[in-house]
Nanobody, 119 residues
Framework: QVQLVESGGGLVQSGGSLRLSCAAS????????MGWYRQPPGKQRELVAA???????HFADSVKDRFTISRDNAKNTVRLQMNDLKPEDTAVYYC?????????????WGQGTQVTVSS
């Protein structure tokens, strides 16, 4: 099992910045991708950003040029720096990790942290 503990989030005005952090513990060997998803009110969960162990990143179009993602493989942490936040970024943000075990992909999720952007 992998445990993901998130920190950060909160309330910020439009145009402001926040940073989310996530620490992985437990059976962390084999973790490949780590990243963040979000679920806006009344909508489905969506990918925000992901980073693979080798450093390759992927961002949703809606956050490109505003969000950055970084990872510390030694500390098993991933961070999401969110700049120029907009009201539409309001959502519960979930840390995600993908681990390959015996050829099978296993997904792990954090408990979620609320991000609210006021206009």
């Amino acid at each position: 099992q992998v445990q993901l503990v998130e920190s950060g989030g909160g309330l910020v005005q439009s145009g402001g910045s926040l940073r989310l952090s996530c620490a992985a513990s437990g059976s962390i060997s084999g973790i490949n991708a780590m990243g963040w998803y979000r679920q806006p009110p009344g909508k489905q969960r969506e990918l925000v950003a992901a980073i693979w162990r080798g450093g390759i990143t992927h961002f949703a179009d809606s956050v490109k040029d505003r969000f950055t993602i970084s990872r510390d493989n030694a500390k098993n942490t991933v961070r999401l720096q969110m700049n120029d936040l907009k009201p539409e970024d309001t959502a519960v943000y979930y840390c995600h990790a993908n681990r390959v075990v015996g050829g099978s992909n296993i997904d792990y999720w954090g408990q979620g942290t609320q991000v609210t952007v006021s206009s």
